[in-house]
């Protein structure tokens, strides 16, 4: 079998109990401009013990199937946010 996709993003939601939505961002080439585009993607992140807060770092890795929408857990908090003003504004 192969391995599991890891991602590293940053938490944009930890309202829900056990869960935090993750943003990655990924580099990609726009088809006719061949301009290089930031594009977004959001995960639910299963975080049983609810470490991953707003604003945090975090990477994820891809497990079974948890719910209709998580097929991820974090793993670890890279680098803790202290100022959660910045990531409401960045979001929006």
Do not use: C, W
């Not at 938490?11 to 993750?22: F, N």
């Not at 585009?37 to 049983?48: F, G, I, L, P, S």
């Amino acid at each position: 079998m192969g391995k599991r996709k890891e991602f590293t993003g940053v938490v944009v939601s930890d309202k829900m109990q056990k869960t935090a939505v993750v943003r990655i961002m990924h580099l990609s080439r726009h088809r006719k401009y061949s301009k290089t585009v930031r594009m977004y993607n959001k995960y639910k992140a299963h975080d049983e013990k609810g470490i991953a807060k707003l604003g945090d770092t975090v990477r994820i890795v891809e497990t079974r199937p948890l719910s209709k929408d998580k097929r991820f857990i974090v793993k670890e908090v890279l680098k803790k946010f202290h100022n959660v003003e910045n990531v409401v504004e960045e979001t929006v």
